[in-house]
């Protein structure tokens, strides 16, 4: 059997165990020390808009930090994409609160500006204004932001974006992570960067930043004794796992680069199969990371499913995955209210991610290759 290739792996730059060792050095083996500050300020470089980043141990926790900071609480309401993985929706319920998914845009996959206006009123006419929107830049691709910020903005409602997926996308130039009140950003192993497990929270304030950094660190008031005054949080990330982000930050733009390679590869690929789209940029206002490269069968051109594809990579021993399924249609969300019109459930039932990671080789390439042009649409 072939070596596996895997759907989006681990791929080191080369200079992480440089910082991993000086961290054993100082015996800076704890959550806090100079990779994680540095770490900080690697990406506070990177996003280029004077935004402030609390390094943190995931992006759930960092989200969960930024709807207590926006002051969401027990039976308050918060729009989020239905379009996601679970971890968007998730922080919502550890307060009490209720998530209300959204819909998605049929060509740019994320929140439909539509739905959030229609949602919006809505839960103002019949129960109560939400406390925040959450929107999400699914596999890398930036969501309309100038229309998702006017509706935000109309009805001053406090816009946080989940960039777990889009570090080093750009909307109309500017980066993804910027846009909002808060953004969170996610170092998991299968992310564009990875610290093992992390993630990070931005803030437009050194106080937002501050406050975030209290909070993961168990909120200790200013006192020679332990003093607390508000329940805190054990979300800091470690230096050890900083040591590999500092490392990984010097290679991101390389990342960004592979990754959209994989891209054009598949585009060209796909381009002679009418039966499969390729989610690509509706114009150029949109610059992707292409995270994940992602495609729907055409169900008026196969009758073969998302499904079959997936069986004719996996005999190969290649990796693929489903796109997310929408939030509303999960067991655990089945309460919430839902605005929209089963875009994404369509996407859901058509969709595929293709292998993407940076480190693909031009023998994984090969054999994808294979497979696809192989299968019998
Ligand atoms: C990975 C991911 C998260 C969560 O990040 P963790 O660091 O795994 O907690 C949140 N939202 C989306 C869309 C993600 O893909």
């Not at 200790?220 to 796992?241: K, M």
């Not at 500092?246 to 390389?254: F, I, K, P, Y």
Request: with cysteine.
């Amino acid at each position: 059997m072939d070596s596996k290739i895997w759907l989006s792996s681990p791929h080191m730059g080369g200079g992480e165990m440089k910082y991993i060792q000086e961290a054993f050095e100082h015996n800076w083996v704890a959550p806090l020390g100079k990779n994680v500050d540095e770490f900080e300020v690697a990406i506070e470089r990177f996003l280029d808009e004077d935004k402030f980043v609390a390094a943190l141990s995931s992006g759930t926790a960092a989200l969960h930090l930024a709807l207590i900071q926006l002051g969401v609480g027990y039976e308050d309401e918060v729009i989020c994409q239905s379009f996601t993985f679970s971890a968007s929706a998730n922080p919502i319920k550890y307060l009490g609160a209720t998530p209300v998914f959204v819909d998605s845009d049929k060509t740019n996959w994320n929140m439909s500006p539509e739905f959030l206006e229609i949602a919006i009123q809505d839960r103002i006419k019949n129960h109560k204004k939400p406390k925040a929107v959450i929107v999400v830049h699914l596999y890398g691709m930036p969501a309309k932001m100038d229309d998702i910020l006017q509706v935000c903005n109309k009805y001053d409602i406090p816009l946080v974006e989940d960039s777990a997926e889009s570090l080093g996308s750009t909307y109309k130039g500017q980066k993804c992570g910027t846009f909002g009140e808060f953004a969170l950003l996610s170092f998991n192993g299968n992310k564009i960067i990875t610290t093992s497990g992390g993630g990070a929270l931005v803030t437009n304030t050194n106080d937002q930043k501050d406050k975030t950094i209290f909070l993961s660190t168990q909120a200790r008031d200013q006192a020679p004794h332990y003093q607390h005054s508000e329940v805190g949080y054990n979300y800091r990330l470690s230096n050890i796992c900083a040591g590999i982000g500092r490392g990984q930050m010097e290679v991101l733009d390389d990342r960004v680069a592979q990754r959209r390679a994989n891209h054009d590869f598949y585009k060209d690929l796909f381009s002679g199969i009418d039966a499969v789209d390729v989610f690509t940029e509706i114009n150029p206002d949109f610059y992707s990371n292409h995270w994940l490269t992602s495609i729907t069968l055409n169900k008026n051109l196969t009758a073969k499913t998302n499904h079959d594809f997936m069986n004719a990579f996996a005999e190969k021993n290649i990796e693929t995955r489903p796109l997310w399924k929408p939030m509303h249609l999960q067991p655990v969300f089945k309460d919430c209210p839902y605005y929209g019109e089963n875009v994404a459930e369509e996407l859901f039932n058509q969709g595929l991610c293709l292998p993407s990671g940076s480190n693909l080789t031009n023998d994984d390439k090969k054999r994808i290759y294979g497979v696809i042009t192989n299968f019998q649409f």
